[in-house]
């Protein structure tokens, strides 16, 4: 039976949140790593998230020795790999569920878009659970996306056959920062009653000054459009990232659409 929270109690839970980089470390710099109970514990969590039809299509790559770590850093322009307490590459596997049917003498189908639709989800599942166990623990954490800057190195650095595809780093650690508490949009923008709806130009402007502290600087005041510029405009980071994610999907064998 589940304690009971009250709603105070689960809106200060996740308050406390943070995106964490900065970790405590031994006096060597070396990761101060969870104890075995404690690892035990979130990688549970992990396995316990939702799936779609039973299948559990994902896959974490625990990130163990220091040289794998050091590697993966580098390739992810992340540094912080290095140092959190625990490190994964949180994939999406259509692979697995393949291999069940075939060792029960079973023909598995060809459904590479179900595989990046559902394998992501369960990814993205899988890991978030371990990230809020991992904050139940006292540990802080933080979702990587740069495995997307170097992806056909981290796929052969990490042997990832065909249909397993890395959707994310997933790091945590003790933090030893003090991260802000970062701004969301207005819940209208974002929970939408019975059917979509656009948000009206007023409305994205005003959500765009409620998020602009989240790209200040010291010195320099926030101004959220020009960072989703940087990631999301015109010749920017997401479309120079777009064919090689395309080429990594077809290599994985999980490209669904047309040559």
Known sequence: MHGTQTPAQVRAFFDAHRTTRLYQTAEDGSPLRMTPDELDAVLHAAQRAPTDATAQLYS???????????????????????????????????????????????????????AVHFGIGDAVMAGQNLLTAAEMLGY?????????????????????????????????????EEAPLRPR???????????????????????????????????????????????????????QREPALVAALKRQSLWAGGE
Not at 70 to 97: G, K, M, S, Y
Request: charged fraction near 20%.
């Open 60 to 114: 974490l790559i625990h990130l163990t020795t220091p040289e794998r770590r050091v590697q993966v850093a580098e390739l992810t322009n992340n540094a912080h790999i290095a140092t959190a307490a625990e490190a994964f590459v949180v994939c999406a596997d259509a692979r697995r569920v393949g291999r069940v049917l075939e060792a029960a003498g079973r023909e598995p189908g060809q459904w590479p878009a179900v």
């Open 140 to 176: 802080q954490g933080c979702w990587i996306g740069g495995v997307l800057n170097n992806l056909d190195a981290l796929l052969t650095l990490l042997e990832l056959p065909q249909g397993v595809l890395p959707f994310a780093a997933l790091t945590v650690g003790r933090p030893a």
């Open 185 to 239: 949009l207005p819940r209208e923008l974002v929970v939408h009653e019975n059917r979509y709806r656009d948000g009206s130009t007023e409305q994205l402007r005003a959500g765009t000054e409620i998020m602009n502290p989240i790209s200040a600087r010291p010195g320099k005041p926030g101004d959220w459009a020009r960072l989703l510029d940087l990631y999301f405009g015109a010749g920017q980071g997401m479309e």
